[in-house]
C-alpha cells in the first residue's frame, strides 16, 4: 500500500509530517491532518461535485492514502454502480479485492441481520417495500423505485407474520444467524400471514396478495424465493463492490444489501484488537436515498459507526441528494448530512450551488463560495467541523498511473 504515502512532487512539506496529505492549499504547501485523532470517531464525509469535476478519481486518491497512512491504516469499502472502484483495488495489487456483483445473484430479504427483533423489522419492512415497489422512469434512461406504500396497519400485519418467523421477542434469531435454525424464505412470510389474516387481521390481505403475485412470477420466485447467494467480504484492506451488471430498478436493494453486511461487519467484523479504522464509500448516494427507509438507515449509522471506529462516505452529483424532499424523506437525508464532519464540495452549478451557499453561507466565505462555481477538476471547497479550505487534490506520479492512466487508454 505504499502507492499513496507519498507528498506531490515538487511541494514543499510543512513542519507537520504526520497524517495525510490531503491536498495543497492556496499558499501551494500541502495540507496534512491526521483526521482520526482530531475527528474524535466522527470521521463521516460528504462529497458533492458534478460529473466532471474529479470527484471521483480525488476521492479514490484520498482513500489511497488513508488506507496507506502509517499511523492509522484505515480500512476501506468502495460501493458503486458503475465499477470505478476497480482502479482502487487493482492500484494494491494482492491487498485489495473487486467483484462485480451479477444480475443473477439472489438475496433473502428475511436473512436476520440482527439479535433483537425490533433491529430485524426495521431491516426487513424496506427491503419488502422495494421488492414491492414499481420503476418509475424518467429523463433519459434512468429509473427510480417506488417502494410499496405501507399503511400504518399493514405494517402491523406483516410484522404480526415476522413475529411467527422469528419468534416471540425474536428468540430465533441468534439460531438464525448461527446457522442452528432455518432461515425462512419469502414463502414462509406469505404462509405466516395467511395465518395473521385468518386470526382476524384482515388488514394483512392486501400484501399477502402481493406477495403471493410476486411469487407467481419467475422473477420473483429467482431473486426473492431462494437463499442469499451474495457473500460479502471484508476480509481485504481495501474492497470494491460495483453493480454495474444489475437493472438500475434493482440496485437499491443491492445497495441495502451490501450496506447491512457492511452495517454487520463494523459492529460485530474481526477488525483486529484495538480495531482497525474503517470507512464505507458509496457513489452515487441517490441510489440509496430515493428509498425512504435506506435513507433513514444511513442517517442511524453516521450516528452509531462513530462509536465503532468506523466512517461513512457519501458521494453524488447534487447537493440535493441529501436534502430534497422529492427524493427520499428530507429530515434523514439533512440529519446524515448534518451528522458529518467532512465536506468536500467540487464543482457545482446553479441551484446547487445556490443552495450550498443558503446551507453553508455562515461559515463560507464569498471567495470559497466563487471556488466552487469555477474550481477545475481535482479542486474542491474543504469543510473540517468549523475550519474551510481550499484545497487541490493533486496526484503523484503513482497514483496518476493507477488513476487516470487506465481510463485513457
Known amino acids: 500500500l505504499g502507492l499513496a504515502a507519498k507528498t506531490p512532487f515538487g511541494v514543499r512539506k510543512t513542519a507537520s509530517t504526520e497524517g495525510v496529505c490531503l491536498g495543497i492549499g492556496t499558499t501551494g504547501l500541502p495540507h496534512i491532518r491526521q483526521l482520526w485523532q482530531e475527528a474524535q470517531g466522527n470521521l463521516h464525509a460528504l462529497i458533492a461535485g458534478v460529473s466532471g469535476a474529479g470527484k471521483t478519481t480525488s476521492i479514490l486518491a484520498l482513500l489511497l492514502r488513508l488506507a496507506a497512512a502509517a499511523d492509522h491504516p484505515t480500512q476501506v469499502v468502495f460501493v458503486d454502480p458503475i465499477g470505478k472502484g476497480k482502479l482502487l483495488t487493482d492500484a494494491v495489487g494482492a491487498a485489495g479485492a473487486f467483484y462485480e456483483i451479477s444480475d443473477q445473484a439472489t438475496i433473502n430479504i428475511l436473512d436476520p441481520v440482527a439479535d433483537d427483533l425490533g433491529g430485524q423489522l426495521a431491516a426487513v419492512r424496506p427491503k419488502l417495500a422495494m421488492i414491492l415497489g414499481r420503476p418509475e422512469y424518467i429523463e433519459g434512461d434512468e429509473v427510480l423505485l417506488r417502494p410499496y406504500p405501507f399503511t400504518t396497519m399493514e405494517l402491523r400485519a406483516v410484522d404480526l407474520a415476522l413475529e411467527r418467523l422469528y419468534g416471540i421477542g425474536g428468540e430465533f434469531l441468534h439460531a438464525m444467524r448461527t446457522g442452528s435454525h432455518p432461515i425462512p424464505l419469502l414463502e414462509a412470510l406469505i404462509t405466516a400471514l395467511h395465518s395473521v389474516v385468518a386470526d ?5 390481505q392486501s400484501i399477502l396478495r402481493e406477495l403471493t403475485l410476486l411469487l407467481k412470477t419467475s422473477e420473483g420466485q429467482r431473486l426473492w424465493n431462494q437463499p442469499t447467494t451474495l457473500a460479502w467480504d471484508f476480509s481485504h484492506p481495501i474492497t ?17 444489501a451490501i450496506f447491512s453486511g457492511m452495517d454487520e461487519y463494523v459492529k460485530h467484523g474481526q477488525r483486529g484488537v484495538p480495531r482497525q479504522h474503517f470507512i464505507g464509500c458509496i457513489d452515487e448516494f441517490f441510489v440509496m436515498r430515493q428509498v425512504p427507509a435506506l435513507g433513514e438507515y444511513v442517517r442511524r449509522a453516521t450516528k452509531t459507526w462513530r462509536n465503532e471506529g468506523a466512517g461513512m462516505w457519501t458521494m453524488d452529483q447534487n447537493i440535493g441528494t441529501w436534502f430534497d424532499s422529492s427524493v427520499g424523506d428530507e429530515g434523514a437525508g439533512q440529519m446524515t448530512a448534518e451528522n458529518v464532519r467532512i465536506r468536500l464540495i467540487f464543482h457545482l452549478e446553479g441551484q446547487d450551488a445556490a443552495r ?8 463560507l466565505k464569498p471567495e470559497d463560495l466563487r471556488a466552487i462555481r469555477t474550481a477545475n477538476a481535482g479542486e474542491c471547497v474543504a469543510m473540517f467541523g468549523g475550519e474551510v479550505e481550499q484545497l487541490t487534490i493533486a496526484l503523484t506520479d503513482l497514483e496518476t498511473t493507477a488513476l487516470i492512466a487506465p481510463v485513457m487508454r
Not at 470494491?240 to 441495502?256: D, H, M, N, Q, T
Open 240 to 256: 470494491a463492490y460495483s453493480f454495474r451488471e444489475v437493472a438500475k430498478e434493482l440496485r437499491p436493494i443491492y445497495y441495502s
Open 200 to 204: 382476524g387481521v384482515v388488514e394483512g
Open 356 to 363: 450550498v451557499e443558503a446551507l453553508y453561507g455562515d461559515r
